[in-house]
């Protein structure tokens, strides 16, 4: 908060000024009083949109809409004047900080902050919503936390921002790259399921410090925000299970603001729902705002006798709100030494033992299908029900892989070995045979094998499939009836086998080293590519793998000559003369054979030396097993 510049309008409307709030990219916010005595926040609109009749027209639109919400965790709109020479919006003023200010001051919220700020979120939403609103600009600075709660503010007015102006530009996006929807960055419509996208980085940001798709540049936040599977490993399991829906990356698939109120529940009542800083902050907003009402307001005259007094108002203001700072900071300083007690906890957001659950997330999207074990996924039911006749279930060296033996009941003694593949990439079969599979499309090809494929409905560059060394008509009906059966239990849910939680499966491989850390290593810019669920390269000059190797024998046996230790770990290294790569056993496996992981450096026809190759490859294993959950 700052005193008014000499000269400024004390009076806008019908409204006294006595302060500025801040100043952002669509304008300045001055502290107001209305006529009633009430405190208003008075957004004047950026001089550059002024010149644009069409902003004009759309500010004065979403204004008018804007003024239909209400509720107890928004800023209501109060006033406007979208044909003012500057245009204005006014609406009810709330002190406190922001939720950015909020975290950079007291660090991650506790978890009944966390489940405080979310049921707020998410009741803002439902009011912005039912106005027919998209807010298309949630951030963390959009936000305010103030004594009973969060509250939402600047709704509807990023659509009036959006088209041909001065300032932005056909193609242009509005909104904050870390925070907006896939969608919004591609530069699609948007709907209200954008906004919940919003709300789930929000609380990834509000408990770890961080946007989940943060980058080193904004191109590169906005591919993780459109390409890349937020890393979510550092949550308490009940915020990953409110956030993760949030964060799918299919509009369709994300809870409505009234399914995460059903999940959350009622929220307990306090009188201090925040961390000791932020009320710190709060009251040292409020003595700031008094003081500023305190003063006199100053008369507008030309240069005279009178403009000593003049100045000596505006610095009283400016010390009076000094000592209000310094009061503030003090307190908070003193209050934050408190913190780390408070942070040991954990950062979680409990759910009340009535709640309904959240719906699920998508099942074919990857984030829910890499945690499928695909040789756990269908028992004898499943198959009795498909009309099949489960044998034995083997290994097989990929882990989204499984080969099912099942009996031909025409033939007892020929049992078909179908192997079943929830993640590989999609390839272009032609002469393929067209079908569908429980109502998705499939096709069937035919060589040396009978292979039936259906695209991922969640990600088209995915197929599902299963294949059969037997082409017969008998052959194939059974690789058709795996697959439908597999298709319908991961549609269906149930008992389905997924890896533990402290296997490398369950992450994404693109997102569980962080881009920079991999460009640090490499000296260069790289490109993303996922291979599958399980395994992802980056791109350069040379290229740089992560994934499981294949399942290794029950042994566990790592042999060779070429032996390391990497921090701690027994791994294995092999180069030829293209690459360099270094593997390792990461856990025992259920069915007593070793999840068993490998990073690799291709030299890219000689790029870089094979001993160079060597040294970035076990670089990159250390990387990889610092982050890795202990087994």
Same mark, same amino acid.
């Given at each position: 908060m700052k005193p008014l510049n000499p000269g400024e309008p004390r009076q806008v409307g019908r409204y006294r000024l006595v302060a500025a709030l801040g100043e952002g990219g669509m304008g300045r916010v001055l502290l107001g009083v209305s006529q009633d005595g009430r405190l208003i926040a008075l957004k004047q609109v950026h001089p550059g949109f002024a010149h644009d009749e069409g902003f004009r027209s759309r500010f004065r639109r979403e204004v008018?809409?804007?003024?239909?919400?209400s509720g107890a965790?928004?800023? =209501?709109?109060?006033? =406007?004047?979208?044909? =003012?020479?500057?245009?204005w919006l006014a609406s009810v003023f709330v002190p406190g900080p922001s939720l950015r200010e909020a975290v950079d001051a007291a660090g991650p919220?506790?978890?009944?902050?966390?489940?405080?700020?979310?049921?707020?979120?998410?009741?803002?939403?439902?009011?912005?919503?039912r106005a027919g609103l998209v807010h298309r600009d949630l951030k963390p600075s959009n936000v305010i936390l103030t004594d009973d709660g969060p509250r939402v503010?600047?709704?509807?007015?990023?659509? =009036?921002?959006?088209? &041909?102006?001065?300032?932005?530009?056909?193609?242009?996006?509005?909104?904050?790259?870390?925070?907006m929807s896939p969608e919004q960055a591609n530069g699609h419509p948007v709907t209200p399921a954008s906004d919940v996208f919003s709300l789930g980085a929000l609380l990834v940001m509000a408990a770890t410090g961080q946007s989940p798709f943060a980058g080193t540049s904004t191109p590169q936040t906005l591919y993780n925000v459109v390409h890349s599977q937020a890393d979510l490993r550092m949550l308490h399991p009940a915020v990953r299970r409110l956030a993760e829906p949030c964060l799918a990356k299919d509009p369709a698939a994300r809870p409505t603001p009234a399914q995460i109120l059903d999940f959350l529940g009622a929220v307990t009542p306090s009188a201090n729902p925040w961390p000791p800083v932020v009320h710190a902050s709060i009251a040292a907003q409020?003595?700031?705002v008094n003081q500023a009402l305190s003063l006199?307001?100053?008369? &507008?005259?030309?240069?005279?006798?009178?403009?000593?007094?003049?100045?000596?108002?505006?610095?009283?203001?400016?010390?009076?709100?000094?000592?209000?700072?310094?009061?503030?900071?003090?307190t908070a300083v003193v209050i934050s030494l408190t913190r780390s007690t408070s942070q040991q906890t954990g950062h979680g957001v409990s759910s009340t033992s009535a709640s309904p659950p959240l719906p699920p997330p998508d099942p074919f999207n990857p984030v829910s299908l890499r945690k499928v074990d695909p040789c756990a996924l269908l028992g004898e039911p499943d198959l009795a029900a498909a009309g099949q006749s489960l044998e034995r279930v083997e290994n097989s060296v990929k882990f989204e892989e499984c080969a099912y033996s099942i009996k031909d009941p025409a033939d007892p003694s020929k049992p078909h070995r179908i192997t079943l593949n929830l993640g590989q990439e999609k390839t272009a079969k032609p002469g393929a045979t067209r079908l569908t599979i429980e109502g998705l499309e499939a096709t069937k090809f035919i060589d040396n094998t009978c292979t039936i494929t259906v695209t991922n409905p969640a990600d088209s560059a995915l197929t599902i499939h299963a294949w059969n060394l037997r082409t017969d008509e008998a052959g194939c009906s059974s690789t058709q009836a795996l697959l439908a059966a597999a298709i319908k239990k991961l549609r269906t849910g149930g008992d389905i086998g997924t890896f533990p939680e402290e296997s490398f499966l369950n992450f994404d491989p693109c997102t569980f080293l962080k881009q920079d850390e991999v460009e640090s290593l490499a000296g260069e810019v790289l490109t993303t590519d996922p291979d599958g669920l399980h395994e992802c390269t980056w791109r350069g000059t040379s290229s740089y793998v992560v994934g499981p190797f294949n399942v290794s024998m029950p042994t566990g046996r790592m042999e060779g000559q070429n032996i390391l230790d990497v921090s701690g770990v027994?791994?294995?290294? &092999?180069?030829? &003369?293209?690459?360099?790569?270094?593997?390792?056993?990461?856990?025992?496996?259920?069915?007593?054979?070793?999840e068993q992981l490998r990073v690799r450096v291709n030299t890219h026809d000689g790029k870089i030396t094979v001993d160079e190759a060597c040294k970035r490859a076990k670089d990159l294993a250390t990387l990889v097993i610092a982050k890795l959950p202990k087994p």
């Open positions: 008018q809409t804007s003024r239909m919400v965790y928004t800023a =209501a709109v109060m006033d =406007a004047d979208p044909d =003012a020479p500057t245009p919220l506790p978890p009944d902050s966390l489940r405080f700020l979310a049921v707020g979120l998410a009741s803002a939403l439902t009011e912005i919503h503010i600047d709704f509807g007015i990023a659509r =009036a921002v959006e088209g &041909e102006t001065d300032i932005t530009h056909t193609g242009s996006i509005i909104g904050s790259p870390g925070f409020k003595a700031m006199p307001t100053p008369v &507008e005259e030309t240069p005279s006798e009178n403009t000593q007094p003049k100045k000596r108002g505006r610095a009283a203001l400016v010390i009076a709100m000094c000592l209000v700072v310094l009061l503030g900071v003090t027994r791994a294995l290294e &092999e180069h030829d &003369e293209d690459s360099c790569s270094v593997t390792w056993l990461h856990r025992k496996t259920a069915r007593e054979s070793f």
